[in-house]
């Protein structure tokens, strides 16, 4: 199967709240059938806050269960189209809904970025399991900025100072970072399907972080499984894999910046000022004191 096929869309969306949470079109245009979306028992799906390691472990799981089978599905068939993005509809392309009603793999592999109350209800009914990825607050608002600078489906970032405030009050696609991750997170206390992973303990263990997948998902994988694993997605090799790499999608301009940017933890110290770490970290304190979910900003 070859990349998508569609032309590039020169302007950019507008923002604009839904369902309690800043959208664009983009993820609103076919919402009834996103939230009527029939999950089966076996599915898995991938939710995250955007830029906080889908694509990462999308591959990992997309290689855990399929790497070994099919080898022509790993050099021709992009990771976005393995791994349908749940409620996306760029009307070039069939919608996410549509690409996931089509997949031939079992599990089905199925990703979003709604928040946990937007979920359609049919992955809890059945019992599904969940992998959520959180990711840093400050990593995450640099990655998402740069990503917005990139992607001309996404509206237009502002500068660096607009946007830091814009992410602090929630007005980005997808809502804001802080109810994501706590949705999630609170939704873990009583919903047992559901992994908890840290972007932040991916990049300092990938290894541990694969072991601790592997059980969740009642997977036997063996020492040389894993090491082929990652191998194949490590930030390097995704950088120079098409499949993974989003060259293939011509929205995104990496001349202004590539979609695997940095891979790193702490990158955020190249972005704040003095000031506007204050002022963040003011604001943070504020928003997570009620809560047992601790994030690491840096790692030895
Ligand atoms: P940076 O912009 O900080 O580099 P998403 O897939 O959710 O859009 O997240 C993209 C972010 O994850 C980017 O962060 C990208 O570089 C990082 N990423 C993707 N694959 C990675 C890998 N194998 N190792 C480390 N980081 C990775």
């Known amino acids: 199967m070859e990349g ?37 028992p076996d599915d898995i799906l991938i939710a995250t806050y955007p830029k906080a390691g889908t694509t990462w472990i999308s591959y990992i799981l997309d290689l855990l269960y399929f790497g070994g089978a099919e080898p022509e599905r790993q050099t021709s068939v992009p990771i976005y189209m393995r791994v349908p993005f749940l409620e996306s509809n760029f009307h070039k392309i069939p919608t996410g809904v549509d690409l996931a009603n089509n997949l031939p793999t079992t599990p089905r592999l ?5 928040p946990v109350q937007l979920v359609p209800k049919s992955f809890w009914e059945q019992n599904c399991k969940v992998v959520y990825v959180a990711r840093n607050a400050k990593d995450n608002a640099v990655s998402y900025f740069h990503f917005e600078r990139m992607n001309q489906s996404q509206p237009t970032p502002g500068d660096w100072n607009d946007y830091i405030q814009k992410f602090m009050d929630g007005k980005k696609v997808f809502g804001s970072w802080y109810d994501h991750v706590h949705g999630f997170w609170e939704k873990k206390q009583t919903y047992f399907n559901l992994h908890y992973m840290f972007f932040e303990d991916m990049v300092e263990n990938t290894d541990h972080e694969l072991e601790r997948l592997s059980s969740f998902l009642n997977l036997s994988t063996s020492k040389e499984e894993r090491e082929k694993v990652l191998n194949n997605v490590h930030f390097d090799a995704m950088r120079q894999n098409k499949m993974t790499n989003y060259s293939t999608i011509p929205n995104m301009i990496f001349s202004i910046s590539p979609f695997m940017r940095k891979g790193k933890v702490g990158d955020w110290k190249n972005h704040f000022t003095v000031a506007q770490n204050e002022q963040f970290d003011k604001h943070y304190k504020v928003k997570m004191k009620n809560t047992t979910l601790k994030f690491r900003t840096e790692i030895s």
């Open 4 to 40: 998508l096929n569609f032309s590039l869309i020169t302007t950019r969306p507008e923002l604009f709240e839904y369902e309690g949470i800043f959208l664009t079109h983009y993820f609103t245009d076919n919402w009834e059938n996103v939230q009527k979306f029939q999950a089966r």
């Open 110 to 114: 199925i990703k979003t970025h709604l």
